[in-house]
């Protein structure tokens, strides 16, 4: 069975009816690796790409809004440089063209780059139901456990909204410098009102947020001892393990360093003269 | 409704200019219906997880990873592959320049990499460094052939940009 729809409206009315037996899918730079490896052998699929404006970037009332389908390719050119910078260190233009926010979202790997960014933006992500309608969850409670989010069999990632004209950062650490996959990467946003976003990837079973490091900086500010103290307190918000890219130790030390060289990095930009 | 896996979808598209009609089944991918079911065995498969290259070819103008690609997806689109590039015994610029500099070993990469320099080209004739690497990243020669890969591509881009 293959659906592929050409509207939003038929894409949730086949996900509602058909739920798991049919696996959405869009660039397939997940999906159809795993079926490649044997890991994966879906009953039928539910194709996005044929869904119109599913791909496409808006901006208004000075957020972005985003489609599931917008690929990485689409994000990189945005003026938002983490979520820039990370779209644009995921792969090669042959990924980056196919893979999507969406897909990166519901893959929910803790090594993904776009939803490290998106946490730092603090973005909400919108899951649609054909007759339930749409709910909008804050991207920090989307996350439940290791590749286990919100989203429910029978719902579709219709959306995430991020602001535009954030202070943001990113810093990724790979084995190699291009069709990388993160050692550790950090993303922080700081919202016009002063407040930090600090989020890892690859450190924990999820994407995550480090209020503990949040949590001295938003109270002291960006003074050398509160970098100093944000950057260390980062451990306790942690929990890496040991694989085959790098040991926890390694992770942890590493997670250290981007916190404190990335509050600097906006430290710096905040002194800028406004452009 | 019982999905089943077998059963087939029909796909028009468009492969080198050639209005195509195509029956695959779901979880086919492009690279396989192109080198299987229609004989163009120029687009190359190795390592099947997007990490190679070797499988990149043109989608509506833009480099893919074709082993990532179901057939069945592609459905109103414009396919172009190695096999399209050269007119009758005039070949293109890039495979050209790949046989003057030598930037074909094995081979098996060269595909793929003149794919993925020509839409690099075709957006950007003349590129910087950085906007060369970004767009070349993601194809992997083994035999190490870099320096005469790039050597190729730069002598492409100087004809290109003229």
């Known amino acids: 069975m293959f659906s592929q729809p050409t509207t939003l409206e038929e894409a949730l009315d086949v996900r509602a009816r058909c739920g798991p037996d049919l696996l959405p899918i869009a660039g397939g730079t997940d999906i159809v690796v795993a079926m490649n490896r044997g890991q994966l052998r879906p009953a039928g699929f539910l194709d996005l790409t044929h869904v119109r404006g599913l791909d496409a970037v808006r901006h208004e009332n000075g957020r972005y809004e985003c489609g599931g389908a917008a690929t990485h390719a689409t994000l990189s050119r945005l003026p938002v440089e983490a979520l820039a910078e990370a779209a644009l260190s995921v792969g090669g233009p042959a990924i980056r063209n196919r893979g999507t926010i969406g897909g990166n979202l519901v893959t929910a790997s803790p090594a993904g780059d776009g939803c490290v960014a998106l946490l730092a933006l603090d973005a909400d992500v919108e899951l649609a139901h054909a007759s339930r309608g749409r709910r909008v969850v804050p991207l920090r409670e989307y996350f439940l456990g290791y590749r286990k989010t919100a989203l429910l069999a029978d719902e579709l990632i219709t959306r995430v909204r991020f602001p535009k004209d954030w202070i943001t950062a990113w810093y990724k650490i790979g084995k190699r410098g291009s069709v990388n996959i993160s050692v550790v990467c950090c993303a922080i946003g700081r919202s016009p009102t002063g407040l930090f976003h600090i989020a890892l990837g690859s450190v924990a079973a999820t994407p995550i947020r480090a209020p503990h490091a949040e949590e001295i900086v938003n109270r002291d500010g960006l003074t050398d001892g509160a970098i100093a103290e944000a950057a260390d307190a980062v451990r306790r918000d942690i929990s890496p393990i040991d694989d085959h890219r790098a040991s926890a130790k390694y992770r942890a030390a590493m997670s250290v360093t981007l916190v404190a060289r990335l509050l600097r990095r906006i430290r710096d930009r905040v002194k800028e003269p406004a452009r | ?162």
């Open chain 2, 1 to 162: 409704m019982t999905p089943e896996a077998d059963e087939m979808v029909a796909v028009e598209l468009a492969i080198n200019g050639k209005p195509t009609h195509l029956v695959v089944r779901p979880d086919e991918t492009l690279l396989f219906v192109l080198r299987d079911s229609i004989g163009l065995t120029g687009t190359k498969g190795a390592c099947l997880e997007g990490e190679c290259g070797s499988c990149t070819l043109l989608l509506n103008g833009a480099p893919v990873n074709s082993c990532l690609v179901l057939a069945a997806q592609v459905h109103g689109g414009r396919v172009e592959t190695i096999e399209g590039l050269a007119h009758g015994d005039k070949l293109h610029v890039l495979q050209r320049k790949f046989i003057e500099s030598g930037a074909a070993q094995c081979g098996y990469c060269t595909p793929g990499l003149i794919m993925a320099a020509k839409a690099l080209l075709d957006e950007t004739p003349n590129p910087d460094e950085e906007t060369f690497f970004r767009g070349m990243e993601g194809n992997i020669c083994r035999c190490t052939g870099y320096t005469s890969i790039c050597e190729a591509i730069r002598g492409a881009a100087r004809e290109w940009s003229r």
